[in-house]
């Protein structure tokens, strides 16, 4: 069992920045790929970005690629969203994943445990 604590949201203007932090407790946490996924209002999850667990490989939603980081210290059993530029269309609950997998996975369906969000609120 793996539990997943979100934080870091909260209400920026378009432009600015926020970083999520995500702490893990629970089974191994290296042994997982990370994920971050948001769900805006009447909107379906959709994946942001996910590592594996070296953090050798990485991948991103076309729409925020070179505007997000995700990051791990798996020392500290934790993982990180660097979000840069933001966005109103960024509005929404970003939730933290982890699939045991030592793949990258992009689909809610392949991820086993999941935080319980934090919202962020981009205004223009």
């Known amino acids: 069992q793996v539990q997943l604590v979100e934080s870091g949201g909260g209400l920026v203007q378009a432009g600015g920045s926020l970083r999520l932090s995500c702490a893990a407790s629970?089974?191994?946490?290296?042994?997982?790929?990370m994920g971050w996924f948001r769900q805006a209002p009447g909107k379906e999850r959709e994946f942001v970005a996910a590592?594996?667990?070296?953090?050798?490989?990485?991948d991103y939603a076309d729409s925020v690629k070179g505007r997000f980081t995700i990051s791990r210290d798996n020392a500290k059993n934790t993982v990180y969203l660097q979000m840069n530029s933001l966005k109103p269309e960024d509005t929404a609950v970003y939730y933290c994943?982890?699939?045991?997998?030592?793949?990258?996975?992009?689909?809610?369906?392949?991820?086993?445990?999941w935080g319980q969000g934090t919202q962020v609120t981009v205004s223009s």
């Open positions: 994943a982890a699939a045991r997998t030592l793949m990258i996975v992009t689909s809610t369906y392949n991820y086993n445990y």
């Open positions: 629970g089974r191994t946490f290296s042994a997982y790929t």
């Open positions: 590592m594996i667990w070296s953090g050798a490989s990485t």
